[in-house]
């Protein structure tokens, strides 16, 4: 069973930083990509930022701007999601998911989800 634990999130002042991780654990056949996501109370689940498995495309939602940085180890199998200059918008549920190439979809798998919360 593929499990994905994230840990990291927090409460934080306006031009904080966060470091979010993500730790992957089961049979994962072929693991392409992992990324996050997250979702504001009354609001859709966006994309964040991505990241190949192998190879170093990434690739970051257009609110990021600079501010956010994905990357991972993949002898952990974990990936981060460093958060700098953070707003109060930012505040949100953060999900970590990953994507199976052998798994027919999108990304197959997700995390419970961290919550970040960023203050005035």
């Known amino acids: 069973q593929v499990q994905l634990i994230e840990s990291g999130g927090g409460l934080v002042q306006a031009g904080g930083s966060l470091r979010l991780s993500c730790a992957a654990s089961?049979?994962?056949?072929?693991?392409?990509?992992m990324g996050w996501f997250r979702q504001a109370p009354g609001k859709e689940r966006e994309f964040v930022a991505r990241i190949l498995w192998d190879g170093d495309v990434v690739n970051y939602g257009d609110f990021v701007k600079d501010r956010f940085t994905i990357s991972r180890d993949k002898a952990r199998r974990t990936v981060f999601l460093q958060m700098n200059s953070l707003k109060p918008e930012d505040t949100a549920v953060y999900y970590c998911?990953?994507?199976?190439?052998?798994?027919?979809?999108?990304?197959?798998?997700w995390g419970q989800g961290t919550q970040v919360t960023v203050s005035l």
């Open positions: 089961g049979r994962i056949v072929n693991l392409y990509r």
């Open positions: 998911a990953a994507d199976d190439r052998d798994v027919l979809g999108g990304f197959d798998y």
